[in-house]
């Protein structure tokens, strides 16, 4: 039996047992997905300690992604957005990998939207405005980040191949964008609440939102309404978690019992 898990703190509410578990069911693979919650100042240990133990594979949450960085031999990918969420066993050395950038990406594939050569804006320039920011750079979209501290979202663009960075103040970008992403959590708290002026939206937009509860937010029923496509973070999970599964296992996920799986969790939440 393969043994994968999730290391974080915490993790209780993590939706990625059921979501990977449905997985295994589907293909057969005779392995378990465990959660593990060590201390802050043990995560070294505790890679170490599931290397030695044999485990496959970890996906990596808060606050570890960019500690665990440190502690493998990064991807490129995963090296420039600065933090790892996924980590392979299978090698010599625990390799690393930054599957929150194949979310944002594969999600746009699915719904239908193209990236290369399109106008993009990412909102928030903390770790998922960093995986969205180079994943759309890197799909061939001009990438502009607007984000609260105006220094941040400038410090972040300086990295990412042809992007630029502003204040909140700049957000009127998404007027002329193709490609919109919310990447902070805005949203979550009050349903009511958006970080972007319905007035920016419009019906050549697509837009990601990054946050999963609910997963109708009030960005998405404005973009809705502007008749945007509209893209819930339940995407971006089950497909950063598909990643990791065809990583760890060299197999083609079963998406659509995966898919299941989350948003039956999610529903019954």
């Known amino acids: 039996m393969q043994v ?5 703190n915490p993790v209780g509410h993590s939706l990625s047992p059921p979501m990977h578990e449905a997985a295994y069911e589907e293909t057969g693979l005779d392995a378990r997905y465990v959660t593990f919650e060590p201390d802050r100042d043990d995560i070294a240990a505790a890679v170490e300690g599931a290397d030695a133990l044999g485990v496959s594979g970890l996906n990596v949450t808060i606050p570890f992604k960019q500690d665990v960085l440190e502690l493998v031999e990064p991807d490129p990918l995963a090296e420039r957005i600065g933090a790892v969420n996924t980590v392979d066993f299978g090698g010599e050395t625990p390799q690393g990998y930054n599957t929150d950038a194949a979310g944002v990406t594969r999600s746009f594939e699915r719904h239908g939207v193209g990236l290369d050569g399109n ?39 300086g990295g990412v191949p042809g992007a630029t960075g502003g204040g909140l ?6 007027r002329e964008a193709d490609v919109l992403v919310n990447a902070t959590s805005v949203g979550m708290e009050s349903p009511d609440e958006t970080p972007v002026p319905a007035e920016y939206l419009h019906g050549d937009l697509a837009v990601l939102d990054a946050v999963y509860t ?15 496509v509209t893209i819930d973070g339940a995407w971006m999970l089950l497909l950063q978690g598909v990643e990791a599964f065809e990583r760890w296992t060299g197999r083609d996920a079963p998406v659509d019992a995966m898919n299941a799986a989350l948003r039956s969790h999610l529903e019954s939440d």
């Open 4 to 8: 994968y898990g999730l290391v974080g």
């Open 119 to 157: 106008a993009a804006v990412v909102v928030g320039a903390g770790g998922a405005g960093r995986a969205a920011a180079f994943a759309l750079a890197d799909a061939g979209a001009s990438v502009h980040v607007a984000n609260r501290t105006a220094e941040t979202a400038v410090e972040l663009a």
């Open 169 to 174: 103040d700049t957000l009127d970008r998404i």
């Open 214 to 228: 609910p997963l109708e937010t009030r960005l998405l029923r404005d973009a809705a309404a502007a008749g945007a």
